[in-house]
């Protein structure tokens, strides 16, 4: 199929399905793609979105796994389809259920006043661990009030898997840094001792996406501050802590979209996230602003979907990956994901 004959394909069924069908793509899909999504968001705005649908039956979702995964827990009587179900998400899958249940054993034995929280990239079992064990759901656009209502029941959070995003959260709620400690899955006992698990206030599970970290550095905010003196700097929350620091903002691929439109005509901004969501808004915003990327960084999963896995979803549901989630997981999964919502 060429790529002609697929974007016909998709704006054939679109037509027929009209209402029944709505198609939601995240801000790293491609232009080829974005053109068709009915409604573009971050991961908190897309999940919102998949819990409010009340006229679609089909939602396709153009973005990675754990996306339409959660899709499909917070609309059960829906039909979700992915166009690719190998588009996954190496971050979500550092955390496995296996692993975070045996931490999760070690570390209560030592301390029981403790929550846990699953930042959105992860997979559906983890998300059910946490709606079990009082625990909740995170995206980069609530962390921090997540966190804050994780510390009302608690006194200690174990969040994983996004060891950035979790110290960027504890930092700039002022958490100490040294009641902030990591646990590595590979490790005995994480790598930590009872002495340190029982003065920590955070435990952060050591994963890591590897789009943003470690491909995203302070040296690339140096470099890009020497060479255009005035350059304003905004970051995904997923870059390290250190990178946070030397940037002027982070947050959300939403919350990046909302700075650029606040700024005054004339600024420059260089965004540190993926290279799709940048070069589209430096199109979009090209009469006003200079946008720029930190450094080129794609997401292989994210490309994954593509104008022709698109119109082979379309083209015949019967056929296309239908995502699901076992009833009792997904019932866990969503207790901590309306817990997240009511937020
Ligand atoms: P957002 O929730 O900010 O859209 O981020 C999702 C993601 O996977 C970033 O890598
Ligand atoms: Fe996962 Fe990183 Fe891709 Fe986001 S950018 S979907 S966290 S691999």
């Given at each position: ?201 955070v435990i952060?599970?050591?994963g890591w ?66 290279f799709n ?67």
């Amino acid at each position: 199929m060429t790529k002609k004959e697929a974007r016909e394909i998709i704006r054939q069924r679109k037509a027929a399905l009209g209402k029944k069908l709505i198609i939601l793509g995240h801000h790293y899909q491609n232009d080829d793609i974005i053109e068709f999504c009915d409604y573009i968001g971050d991961s908190l705005e897309l999940a919102r979105k998949a819990a409010g649908i009340r006229e679609a039956g089909t939602i396709v979702f153009c973005g990675v796994y754990f996306m339409a995964e959660t899709a499909s827990i917070l609309a059960p009587e829906k039909h979700v389809f992915i166009p690719d179900p190998s588009a996954g998400c190496p971050l979500a899958d550092m955390a496995r259920i296996e692993d975070i249940e045996g931490a999760w054993e070690l570390i209560t034995c030592i301390d029981r006043d403790i929550t846990p929280a699953t930042y959105v990239n992860s997979s559906a079992l983890t998300k059910a661990f946490c709606g079990r064990n009082g625990g909740i759901v995170c995206t980069s656009g609530n962390a921090e009030k997540v966190f804050r209502w994780a510390f009302k029941k608690t006194k200690k959070i174990l969040f994983f898997p996004d060891r950035n995003l979790g110290r960027n959260t504890a930092i700039s709620l002022e958490i100490p840094e040294n009641s902030i400690v990591e646990w590595d899955p590979d490790r005995d006992m994480g790598g930590l001792n009872e002495e340190t698990i029982l003065r920590s206030k955070v435990i952060l599970w050591k994963g890591w996406c590897p789009v943003h970290w470690p491909q995203l550095k302070p040296s690339d905010i140096k470099n890009m501050r020497e060479k255009h003196p005035g350059v304003r700097v905004i970051v995904h929350p997923e870059v390290d802590p250190k990178t946070v620091k030397a940037s002027d903002e982070a947050g959300s691929t939403s919350r990046i979209l909302e700075y650029i439109r606040s700024l005054p005509p004339g600024e420059r901004v260089a965004i540190g996230t993926e290279f799709n969501m940048v070069n589209r808004a430096a199109t979009d915003f090209k009469e006003t602003l200079a946008i720029m990327p930190l450094k080129k960084v794609l997401c292989e999963d994210m490309e994954k979907i593509t104008v022709e896995t698109l119109a082979g979803t379309l083209s015949d549901l019967k056929y296309a990956h239908e995502v699901t989630v076992a009833d009792d997981i997904a019932q866990g999964a969503r207790i901590a994901l309306e817990r997240m919502l009511r937020i």
